[in-house]
């Protein structure tokens, strides 16, 4: 009895002591932001001991966990802030508050096919954050990255709703198409429109070849990853709001003549040219301002986006469910030149069990957008506004629009255009991918995607019947000014393009001091494009409720139809490895095969390596670290490839209707030809890129500075090379040209926080040099940029000069008598005084084609941005300004070639006599000495500096929030394009790439960017 109370007493003993161990203890407390002491919905806590375990704070910033004996620390983060780690010390309430994040070091960036700590990329890529995106209140992306990122240009193609922009990647890598490759989630996508800015999380911009050669032929010129927001495991459920609206106006207006001031100038042109003056024009102070077209055809427009989120996630998985509408109207045509988007995305990831994953990232778009003729000199708005008489009101007595007696072709009413004008484009888009990922180890994953591009797009077309005749039945107006029989035309155009990848990762760590990361996969992707629509004439109803092609009264017979299609697919194979020794040094080496269905049969694969590598010097047991705490030198060296070079340029496409006569009788034969030979040759478009940088932190990452040093050579550029006539076909697409881009990127910023006030200070620049090297054997420079008032190409491409260069005359002053006409080269027949002196450059007493040179370089000498945020408790402040310098622009937007155009009112300081002027021509109706051919004189200087966005915000306190029971409450006021300060007299000096990559920098009446006020709200719960 006695042993056995041992044994009971032993028993409880070491049950109270299992106990002990076994007991938890619960810790909970609230995470704040330190600077504005708001609470962190979602940071992240984790508990550093013997028993991992973790959680995410609510909607209040609060946590709960349970702690047992072993653990010893508590871990908090949160994305932007630093991490902070806490010791327990046997306390049961622990509030943090967390300090913005100064260095970058360890913040995670997306790469391709995976991600990398920033410290160790020994690649060239820039960083686009949530934040940065959503200051600006734009539509597109590509606006918002504008001036953003060092070595990434960005210009629009049109400031009307729903246009485009150009991005050009260190500089334009081809002739051909230099769009980089866009990625949405790793979805290939063609158009960014779709994209609400409020979904993205980061974009990522991979410059040099080494962080892009992974994606071989797509990635010649340069890859951009946006990645979209997606709730956290953990994460209790938000909702969240944001929502803003504003009004758009024009920010300048061109200095043109009025009425008087036209009069005089009419009645001075016909005395020249020997004819008696107009009558009307007798007495010009009668006529007065007349009408101002420009006041006619721009207005103040409004702009607007909302957006509804719900994010969240459990302990194995995570949402994201988005809703947003956006829409803006034209500030030239106002709901005529409109975009409407809706979209709806859901982001979504489930941990199935310890080894499998699924998840699936899918949007759904519906746009509406309505377009006017842009960026023309024969059609758009602003081109007639520019050019039409200031004689001519806008509607007659009687209220109808009015038409101008002194008007030639393409200049006619402009308002009345535009409300003739019906042309609708409606797309709904299904962008998606479902992936499923396999964990074999912790060292070993699998990720299998599947994606899915699909776009459904419809564009209607209705031109009504009008007439502005004064008398309808003489109908004694222009042709142009009436249109005696409606039109309806109706497209639809299907894009589908899908993709499977897969990828195998494997990451391990050998010792201490050795660490490695392969990733190996291969991709299928095909494309396919269907286009088919029709046309008709002579609708009964002139309304466009009523405007469809089987409604007419005209026989079937009348309908016009067209129909096509074009595919093509890649398949591709991928292997990347990372290697890391001792935390300092950095080895990246890639290799990728593509083959693709659009080169010849010769060549349907392609080879691109690369190769990176970097030292952290500070990791040196020698460095100091002192005030240069982080220093990094990398270098790189790759290949990528340009594939979008259209689906069928190696071989020939048979068309059909190419007639032909035969025989005695000259019978016409409908027949079908091969227009363009064939090249079964046909390879890709090659860029080798050499960069070398480094990367400089200083104060513990307050201060941050980014260098690099880049050669980025395009060879085997496709040009379809002249061919003798007699080979009865156009040329073939060869692989015969190069060019060479090189240049110089900067980067410095600095943070810093002191007690609740916290600012950050940044800016970029880039400096480029382009130059075409090589246009093949015996080939000749290549003319583009159509001038109509000049019936000549004001863009020539040549060897041994930038791209796109301008090429004409050289002014050289006016001649002010007839001796100096006589003493100079002969220029024409009807050279007088008060005419353009033009520069005999090949001194052979002639002015002709052969004393043309170079007069201006469209690509500038280097581009800039510039940030700064200020924040004090609830109140915050940011502005961003943005520019160019060194780029030409040609002004082309009046039409010369008509006779009573109006014009600039700096030809008020016209040559009228000896020493009047020696920069602006006389007037003439007939222009003998072609005044107006393609010379510097339209050649201006397009270098800008744009204050892009000011905005000032204020922030409820926390104390409050708790009040309301709210997560967060911000209003902030925003002005876009506030200032911009340039020597150009256009419209607007941003004019992207609107003609392709041999036409850049023209100005034929380009829509112009709007000045925009906003006025936002922010609400979380």
């Known amino acids: 009895m006695k042993n056995s109370n041992h044994w009971i007493v032993l ?60 653990d010893s620390l508590l871990v908090f983060s949160y994305f932007g802030l630093e991490t902070l780690e806490v010791p327990i010390e046997g306390r049961t309430t622990i509030d943090v508050a967390l300090e913005p994040r100064v ?26 954050t ?46 051909n198409n230099s769009d980089p490759l866009y990625l949405v989630d790793g979805i290939p996508v063609e158009g960014l429109d779709f994209l609400n800015l409020h979904d993205i999380e980061t974009v990522n911009v991979l410059k040099d070849a080494a962080s892009a050669a992974i994606y071989g032929s797509r990635g010649a010129n340069g890859v951009v990853l946006i990645t979209t927001k997606s709730g956290r495991k953990g994460q209790k459920g938000q909702i969240n709001y944001e929502g803003y609206y504003g009004i758009q106006n024009r920010w300048r207006k061109l200095d043109l003549l009025n009425a008087r001031e036209y009069a005089i100038i009419q009645n001075e042109a016909y005395i020249a040219s020997g004819r008696v003056p107009l009558p009307e024009f007798q007495n010009p102070d009668a006529l007065g301002e007349g009408t101002d077209w420009q006041d006619a055809i721009f207005q103040s427009a409004p702009i607007s986006n909302h957006q509804l989120s719900f994010m969240g996630g459990t302990e194995k998985g995570s949402y994201a469910l988005t809703g947003s509408y956006f829409a803006q109207e034209g500030i030239v045509g106002g709901d005529k030149a409109s975009f409407d988007r809706i979209t709806l995305r859901l982001n979504a990831q489930q941990d199935i069990n310890n080894w499998l994953s699924l998840g699936n990232n899918v949007s759904f778009i519906h746009l509406t957008r309505d377009a006017l003729a842009e960026n023309n000199e024969y059609t758009t708005p602003l081109i007639r506004a520019i050019n039409m008489d200031p004689v001519t009101p806008v509607r007659k007595a009687d209220g109808t629009y009015a038409y101008s007696k002194y008007s030639d072709t393409d200049i006619t009413n402009p308002v009345n255009a535009i409300e003739q004008t019906y042309d ?39 031109r009504p019947k009008f007439d502005l005749s004064n008398d309808p039945v003489l109908s004694d107006a222009p042709a142009q000014e009436k249109s005696l029989i409606n039109t309806v035309t109706f497209a639809n155009n299907n894009w589908r393009n899908w993709q499977w990848e897969n990828v195998l990762t494997y990451n391990r760590q050998f010792g201490e001091e050795h660490n490695f990361t392969f990733v190996a996969g291969n991709t299928l992707q095909a494309s396919r494009f269907d286009y088919n629509g029709g046309s008709n004439t002579n609708l009964p109803s002139n309304r466009v409720e009523d405007a469809y092609i089987g409604n007419t009264i005209d026989p079937i017979s009348a309908q016009s139809t067209w129909q096509g299609a074009s595919e093509s697919s890649l398949l591709s194979y991928f292997g990347r490895v990372n290697y890391e020794f001792a935390n300092k040094y950095l080895l990246a080496a890639t290799f990728r095969a593509d083959g693709s269905s659009r080169f010849g049969k010769n060549n349907r694969f392609g080879y691109f390596p690369s190769l990176s590598l970097g030292w952290i010097v500070s990791e040196e047991p020698f460095w100091n670290a002192g005030v240069l705490n982080f220093f990094k030198i990398r270098a790189s060296w790759g290949q990528n490839g340009n594939n979008k070079i259209g689906d069928y340029s190696f071989t020939s496409v048979v068309l059909s209707g190419q007639n032909y006569v035969f025989g005695p009788n000259e019978t016409i034969t409908n027949g079908s030809v091969a227009l363009v ?94 130059e075409v090297t090589s246009l093949g054997k015996g080939a000749e420079p290549v003319s583009a940029g159509y001038i109509q008032s000049a019936n000549a190409m004001a863009s020539r491409t040549d060897v041994g000069h930038p791209l796109a260069s301008f090429y004409g005359f050289v002014t050289d002053g006016i001649f002010q008598n007839q001796e100096e006409i006589s003493s100079h080269a002969f220029q024409s027949e009807g050279t007088s005084p008060g005419d353009i002196r033009f520069k005999d450059l090949n001194n052979d007493g002639i002015i002709n084609s052969e004393d ?35 780029n030409e622009i040609y002004n082309g937007t009046v039409r010369y070639d008509f006779a009573f155009v109006n014009r600039p009112a700096s030809v008020l300081n016209r040559w009228t006599g000896p020493g009047t002027s020696n920069s602006e021509p006389r007037v003439t109706l007939s222009d003998p000495n072609q005044n107006v051919r393609v010379s510097d004189r339209f050649v201006e200087d397009g270098s800008y500096l744009r204050l892009k966005n000011l905005q000032i915000g204020y922030s409820l306190p926390a104390a409050l929030l708790q009040k309301l029971q709210l997560n967060k409450l911000r209003v902030y006021f925003s002005a876009q394009n506030l200032l911009t300060f340039t020597s150009y007299s256009g419209m607007d000096p941003e004019i992207g790439v609107i003609g392709g990559s041999l036409e850049i920098g023209i100005d034929r009446g380009f829509y112009p960017q709007a000045r925009t006020f906003t006025a936002g709200i922010q609400l979380g719960l």
């Open 11 to 70: 028993f409880a003993l070491m049950l109270g002591v299992y106990q002990a161990l076994g007991q938890e203890t619960t810790i909970s407390g609230t995470v704040r932001d330190a600077t504005t002491q708001q609470p962190l919905v979602g940071a992240s806590v984790l508990l550093k001991g013997s028993t991992p375990k973790g959680t995410y704070t609510d909607e209040k910033g609060r946590y709960t966990l349970e702690a047992g004996e072993g």
């Open 103 to 128: 260095s970058n070091l360890d913040e995670v960036v997306v790469v391709g096919y995976g991600t990398q700590k920033r410290s160790k990329i020994s690649g060239s890529v820039s960083v686009i």
């Open 852 to 886: 043309r040179t170079y007069i201006g370089n469209p690509i500038p000498d280097f581009t800039y941005g510039f940030t700064g945020e200020l924040a004090y408790k609830g109140l915050d402040l940011s502005l961003f300004i943005q520019g160019v310098q060194g």
């Open 424 to 462: 609708t484009w409606t797309t709904n888009r299904v962008v998606g991918a479902v992936f499923g990922e396999i964990t074999f180890s912790p060292e070993l994953k699998l990720k299998s995607t599947y994606s899915m591009d699909a776009t459904f797009a419809t564009q209607n077309i209705f």
């Open 130 to 175: 949530a934040e940065e995106i959503s200051e600006t209140p734009v539509l597109r992306i590509e606006q918002a990255l504008q001036g953003r990122a060092a070595g990434v240009q960005v210009a629009q193609n049109s400031g009307s709703p729903g246009g485009t922009l150009s991005v050009r990647i260190r500089g334009t890598g081809t002739i």
């Open 677 to 770: 030979a064939p090249n079964p040759d046909l390879k890709w478009e090659t860029i080798t890129q050499t960069d070398i940088g480094l990367d400089l932190e200083f104060w513990q990452g307050k201060l941050s500075f980014t260098a690099d040093y880049y050669i980025k050579a395009t060879s085997d550029m496709l040009y379809a090379a002249p061919i003798p006539f007699t080979a009865g076909t156009a040329p073939p697409v060869q692989n015969i040209a190069s060019m060479q881009n090189r240049g110089w990127e900067f980067a410095l910023n600095l943070r810093e926080t002191r007690g609740a006030l916290s600012y950050s200070i940044g800016g970029n620049i880039s400096f480029i040099h382009n």
